[in-house]
């Protein structure tokens, strides 16, 4: 262990360095040093997360799944750090899910997004975690040019991830999640991929106060999410958040 430890440690000040551009040979190296206790360790303390980040938006599809799986290792708590057989939805998978979103190939970031609107509601907290960080920028992509289908996915998966994970409403409302969101739910033709925009568009409003103020000055687009959402859903989401004008609580 000690050994391993040692070698990971030029790795790791590679990574710091070059940061997006570091090598996939060296990803391949980490992601497979990793998985030993000590070197896993040294990255954690190293704080290699941010530049692990940069790495998802490699050309490099191996990359940047060596860089997904790494950052689902190390946020993850240790006990968890661990794969086992029975896992439904392991960390590998999850991080090469991850990666295709960023291949450049539609037809694998379709699927990728299929697949993850589906495995996000069966991953523990810290793994869905990772997913809404690495993720959201291709995502994103998705909403603004992807297919009918693979929108209405990427809106699903989005909503379920801001369901189970505290920091990604207002992480997607910081990179123009709102706008992208209310540009999909205004002009798709399709009922399904509206109905998945304003669900996660009620999480936003409700979960985000900048979105909640915004939305206020935006009658079409309150009429449109409220036509939209499923009857289990509050209408007036807007109204919902503590603190803001209208909500009975000032």
């Known amino acids: 262990a000690?050994?391993?430890?040692?070698?990971?440690?030029?790795?790791?000040?590679?990574?710091?360095?070059?940061?997006?551009?570091?090598?996939?040979?060296?990803?391949?190296?980490?992601?497979?040093?990793?998985?030993?206790?000590?070197s896993s360790a040294l990255l954690r303390r190293a704080g290699v997360v941010p530049q692990l980040c940069a790495v998802l938006?490699?050309?490099?599809?191996?990359?940047?799944?060596?860089?997904?799986?790494?950052?689902?290792?190390?946020?993850?708590?240790?006990?968890?750090?661990?794969?086992?057989?029975?896992?439904?939805?392991?960390?590998?998978?999850?991080?090469?899910?991850i990666g295709r979103l960023y291949s450049g190939s539609r037809a694998k970031q379709d699927k990728a997004v299929r697949t993850l609107a589906e495995a996000v509601e069966r991953l523990d907290m810290p793994e869905a975690g990772v997913m809404a960080n690495a993720s959201i920028a291709a995502l994103l992509d998705v909403l603004r040019n992807g297919t009918e289908a693979t929108r209405a996915d990427a809106a699903?998966?989005?909503?379920?991830?801001?369901?189970?994970?505290?920091?990604?409403?207002?992480?997607?409302?910081?990179?123009?999640?709102?706008?992208?969101?209310?540009?999909?739910?205004?002009?798709?033709?399709?009922?399904?991929?509206?109905?998945?925009?304003?669900?996660?568009?009620f999480h936003l409003v409700v979960k985000v106060p900048e979105a909640n103020i915004m939305i206020r000055h935006m009658p079409a687009q309150i009429a449109h999410i409220e036509a939209a959402l499923p009857p289990i859903y509050p209408k007036s989401p807007w109204e919902l958040v503590p603190g803001h004008p209208g909500t009975g609580s000032r």
Do not use: H
Request: net charge negative; charged share 20%; aromatic share 4%.
């Open 2 to 38: 000690a050994s391993q430890a040692g070698g990971i440690a030029p790795l790791i000040e590679w990574l710091a360095d070059a940061g997006g551009d570091t090598p996939p040979e060296v990803l391949e190296v980490m992601a497979v040093l990793v998985d030993d206790a000590a």
């Open 57 to 97: 938006g490699a050309a490099d599809v191996s990359a940047a799944a060596n860089a997904a799986r790494l950052i689902t290792v190390l946020t993850a708590p240790p006990s968890a750090a661990e794969v086992t057989a029975e896992s439904t939805k392991p960390p590998e998978l999850v991080a090469g899910l």
């Open 156 to 201: 699903k998966f989005l909503y379920r991830l801001m369901e189970r994970t505290p920091q990604t409403p207002a992480d997607l409302y910081a990179v123009g999640g709102l706008d992208a969101l209310l540009c999909l739910l205004e002009y798709s033709g399709d009922s399904t991929t509206r109905v998945a925009a304003a669900i996660a568009l």
